[in-house]
């Protein structure tokens, strides 16, 4: 079992920037993908950014250009660069290790809260 671990979450303006980290218990898996989603009151989960394999990134739409996903391997660490951000950006976010297949873990979340 892997436990993921976050933080860097926080109250911030817009405009301002964030930096969340996720940091995972084990190294034994070999983890094939790692991601960013996040949750809005109201909203479903939504995929933010993801690495694939060997280094396929991904960003959903409405965060390209501002945020910028990136991994530690050496750490078992994943990051997610939020700059730019928007009032529309408030949610809680979660982090994803996959290691293929049904496996997979998550972390317990953070919430980003952003002012106006």
């Known amino acids: 079992q892997v436990q993921l671990v976050e933080s860097g979450g926080g109250l911030v303006q817009a405009g301002g920037s964030l930096r969340l980290s996720c940091a995972a218990s084990?190294?034994?898996?070999?983890?094939?993908?790692l991601a960013w989603y996040r949750q809005a009151p109201g909203k479903e989960r939504e995929l933010v950014a993801a690495i694939i394999g060997t280094g396929t990134v991904r960003y959903a739409d409405a965060v390209k250009d501002r945020f910028t996903i990136s991994r530690d391997m050496a750490k078992a660490t994943l990051y997610l660069q939020m700059d730019s951000l928007k009032t529309e950006d408030t949610a809680v976010y979660y982090c994803k290790f996959g290691a293929g297949g049904a496996v997979q873990f998550w972390g317990q979340g953070t919430q980003v809260t952003v002012s106006s």
């Open positions: 084990s190294k034994n898996y070999a983890f094939s993908t």
